[in-house]
């Protein structure tokens, strides 16, 4: 079965989003709203591009070695982990952690670590090394918190939380 993405955006060189050079992935289609939400355009689960995943990994997997710097693998969106989402992410996850078995993966979920193992099974969990877990929320907002843009969300290590 050949499974096609659709995609907000790519970074190649992101700084922001993880801990040293990453590369960025925006997937497209967010159930959340989040009020105050920093991607309210890519909400829409039929905006964005279309791609067939494998070549998505392929390009991913050429802009992590770019310039002989290893760069880690960043997940955002939109809802990456979200029902209509999750197997093209998990795909593309798996497909990148087998090329680079040592690189940092992050996902950003507006879903709780809680209710996403209730929705699947932790199988989910196998190529996620960093996941930011829980909603934005406005009133919580700090600029100051690593990783995360309100207080409520966590940052959850594989092997200590999941």
Not at 18 to 31: M, R
Not at 111 to 139: A, C, K, R, W
Request: proline fraction near 4%; glycine fraction near 8%.
């Amino acid at each position: 079965m050949v499974l096609n993405v659709r995609f907000a955006a790519i970074n190649k060189d992101d700084f922001i989003n993880g801990e040293g050079v990453c590369v960025s992935l925006w997937v497209q289609g967010c159930p959340h709203h989040c009020k105050g939400c920093h991607n309210p355009e890519q909400w829409s689960f039929t905006g964005g591009e279309l791609k067939n995943n494998d070549s998505l990994i392929n390009e991913i997997a050429e802009a992590i070695t770019a310039n002989g710097i290893q760069r880690n693998f960043s997940v955002l969106g939109g809802e990456p982990l979200d029902p209509r989402n999750v197997a093209d992410t998990y795909y593309i996850l798996k497909g990148i952690k087998e090329k680079f078995p040592t690189i940092k993966t992050y996902v950003w979920t507006g879903y709780v670590l809680e209710s996403l193992q209730l929705m699947y099974n932790n199988q989910l969990f196998d190529y996620i090394d960093v996941l930011i877990d829980g909603p934005y929320i406005e009133e919580e907002r700090d600029i100051t918190l690593k990783l995360r843009g309100s207080k409520n969300q966590r940052i959850l290590c594989k092997g200590t939380d999941f």
